[in-house]
């Protein structure tokens, strides 16, 4: 599966802006959904549809619609959750599933302790959501609990990546879309991305 990586001069620009660390949090959080909302229209391209029928003031035509339950998305806590709104506003019938995740600090090993899923999820295109793609743990372990309950068809959408965590969720998970917004140099010792943005569940609830 490709991995995109989005190359476009809007969302340079507000990337630009989420990197600083004068960044405010009420600023940050809202182009973390900016960004998400951008992204969604290329990750949402495969979008199961239904034929319906509308009538116009004219007429009535056969129609398009994004088919009724066939998208879930699910945020990877706690960062994931600033995702959430973006797509909403394109796409508020996607139903969402919570995955809580955090990385051990000094290992970087990512820990699960929370998983609420849709009912029938199964049968549903499943966007995973997080901001930071870094060592690729947290999304690798997503991704293989999503697989465990039964999801065959499933995204993963991150704003900043970089090499390292890329080449992980593709060699572990290649049936998996992954969708970067920016791919970042490499991993620093403490498995934080550089430039990167530091923090993003920090800098999104104001927790440090
Ligand atoms: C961050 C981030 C990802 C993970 C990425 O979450 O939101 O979930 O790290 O790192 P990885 O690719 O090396 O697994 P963190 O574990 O810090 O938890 P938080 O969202 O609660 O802050
Ligand atoms: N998690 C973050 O929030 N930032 C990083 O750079 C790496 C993991």
Not at 163 to 188: A, M, Q
């Amino acid at each position: 599966m490709p991995v995109m990586v989005f190359d476009h001069p809007l969302i340079k620009h507000k990337i630009a802006i989420l990197r600083s660390k004068d960044t405010p949090m009420k600023e940050f959080r809202e182009l973390v959904e900016e960004i998400t909302l951008v992204m969604s229209y290329e990750a949402f391209k495969d979008a199961p549809t239904q034929k319906v029928t509308v009538e116009t003031p004219l007429e009535t035509c056969e129609q398009e619609m994004v088919a009724e339950r066939s998208i879930a998305i699910v945020p990877i806590l706690r960062a994931g959750l600033g995702m959430v709104n973006g797509v909403h506003k394109i796409f508020p019938n996607a139903r969402v599933g919570h995955i809580g995740m955090y990385r051990d600090e000094e290992t970087a090993i990512p820990h699960e302790y929370y998983c609420k899923l849709p009912e029938g999820i199964e049968n549903m295109s499943v966007i995973l959501l997080d901001p930071m793609l870094a060592t690729g743990g947290s999304a690798c372990d997503a991704i293989a609990l999503l697989k465990n309950r039964g999801v065959k068809n499933i995204s993963f959408m991150a704003i900043i990546g970089c090499p390292e965590g890329i080449k992980k969720v593709s060699e572990e998970h290649p049936d998996v879309k992954v969708f970067v917004s920016t791919c970042d140099r490499c991993l620093n010792e403490n498995c934080y991305i550089l430039p990167g943005l530091g923090d993003a569940g920090d800098r999104l609830f104001g927790t440090k």
